[in-house]
């Protein structure tokens, strides 16, 4: 893949995360009272728009984080080799997060 | 020319040849109105100490000899007045994230093989053009406008010593060789864009750069490599998108295929 996907998917999802961020503050401060309580959460976790929401977000902000965290270790002047091995360190890292990230609302929304 | 005053020339002196440590001396130099920084080391080579080092050339602001940081800012000492400055002490120091040859001459090799590597020079699809051209292309002031303030870089080094990426990261290409890629790419004569992005799209390339803007704020030319960049950056993601420009404006007709000019009309005096 060329960089300029991985790039444009760093735009892409910097300004995902500005509305749906936007929407998670906006709901736990604006929200209906308690919202920021454990049972809210599950409530939430039983909508099916909800659980996307959160997916979403996470896959966002997964992204985001995992390439700027990738850009700080490139900028180390690491030999190519290397930069594959911290690329492939951090496409792991992120799987595994998203996965586990993905499960809670999964199984909460499945019981 | 008007006497002033005297100003205080704070330069490091360094010899890594000779295993001097990097140090600064003082030296007292009479300033005059209109006096460049540039003109004040010449005094202190002629009168004072021969032995100081910097690099000149044309002394106009054209050739990008006298790069240096003057006053915490990368500046060309022949561009610099004294008196703009507005400092009765002015330190001077070679440019940085340059290896230092001597005194206030960086090692502007690494800036050279950066600016040759993007083949800085128009690319035809005939390959008989690049090497021996024999026709002129077409190409309108509109168009020339698109790249026109980036063939201006003199390749003084200032905007590779300010950027912070280059500081930090040895193998980023820097904004010398990046504006100047969307110089020639951003050429309607040019046909090698397709060559010249896939050198940039790599992980060191083109995405290293974040817009910090300091390469265009102590350019002396007032190029904008910042702008370049960005402008390269979204024809980058244009073209992956699967948007492909227009090809390389097409050759000039050779001058005996053109139309013969019209007659120059007489004009008469009118005689009184």
Redesign the interface.
Known sequence: M???????LQLVTGLLLFFLVGIHLIWLHFGPEGARSWGSMIERAGNGLWLVFYVLLLTAGLYHGLYGLR?IF????VS?AT?RRI?IALVALGVVALAFGTYVPVKLFAS | MREGKTIIFRVQRYSPATGEKPHVVDYSVPSSKGMTVLEGLLYIKENLDSSLSFRTSCRMGICGSCGMLINQFPRLACHTQIEELRAKTLEIKPLPNFAIIKDLVPDLAPLFIRHKSIKPYLLRPEAQEIDVPTREFLQSPQELEDYLQFTYCTKCGCCLSACPTSARDKLFLGPQALAQIYRYCADSRDGGARERLSLVDSSQGIWRCHLAGACSEVCPKGVDPALGIQLLKRRMVVESLGHQGKGPSPAAPPPEEQKPRLPVPQFTVKQR
């Open positions: 060329k960089e300029v996907y991985f790039w444009l850009n490139l900028e180390l002047s190519p930069g690329t």
